[in-house]
């Protein structure tokens, strides 16, 4: 399906460079990354760590994807990556952001559905990981409406989180 592919409201892209000052922006609601461990409130950094990750190669079929509205607007929404868990793996993960503006649709469900057959039939994986703070709610729904299941409970950064996956096997 990717790089490129469409739902039935969005269009879904590999993330480049050409969506650096999208996401600075949306990065920038305190909103938006209220329950993600980030260098959000050092600009230097914050754009030193976003070029660092658009220009990253994560390996094969894994990486950030850019959400667009298919309107006529075409408006960036978001995106959806599948990398490495915490940057080294072996485990992949999953994830979702998008411009407040975007909430409360549906798209977060869309965007990343089509994400977890990619993961299973394209390349393979045989599981998909995400871990989600406990105030998270929205997150935990997508979470929950893609098939995944709680697995347990961490503490990253200090913060209280819910571990979430789905293996190959489950999805089936
Ligand atoms: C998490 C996020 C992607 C959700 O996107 P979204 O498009 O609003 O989500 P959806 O519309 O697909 O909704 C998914 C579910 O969550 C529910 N939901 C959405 N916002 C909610 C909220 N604030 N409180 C409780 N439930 C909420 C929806 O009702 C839906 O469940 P339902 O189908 O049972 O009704 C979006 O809120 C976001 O980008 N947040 C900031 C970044 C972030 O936290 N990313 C995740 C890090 S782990």
């Known amino acids: 399906m990717l790089p490129a592919s469409e739902t039935a409201r969005l269009s879904l892209r590999r993330r480049t460079i050409a969506d ?11 909103e938006v ?3 993600i461990p980030g260098p959000w409130d050092d600009a230097t950094k914050h754009e030193a760590f976003l070029r660092e990750r658009i220009q990253a190669d994560f390996g094969d079929g894994l990486g950030y994807w850019s959400i667009y509205s298919r309107d006529a607007e075409r408006r960036f929404l978001g ?3 599948l990398i490495p868990y915490d940057g080294t793996g072996p485990k992949v993960e999953i994830g979702w952001r998008l411009n407040r503006s975007a909430w409360g649709r549906g798209y977060g469900t869309e965007a990343a559905l089509p994400f977890v057959s990619y993961a299973f039939e394209d390349i393979g ?6 871990d989600i703070d406990i105030r998270n709610v929205a997150s935990h729904r997508i979470a929950e409406k893609i098939g995944m299941q709680h697995v347990g409970d961490i503490v ?6 819910k571990s979430y996956a789905l293996t190959r096997y489950d999805w089936r």
């Open 20 to 30: 650096f000052e999208a996401c600075l922006a949306m990065d920038r609601d305190p």
């Open 33 to 35: 990354v209220k329950y």
């Open 79 to 81: 995106w959806i990556l």
């Open 125 to 130: 994986l045989p599981e998909i990981v995400a």
């Open 156 to 161: 990253h950064d200090s913060i209280p989180m």
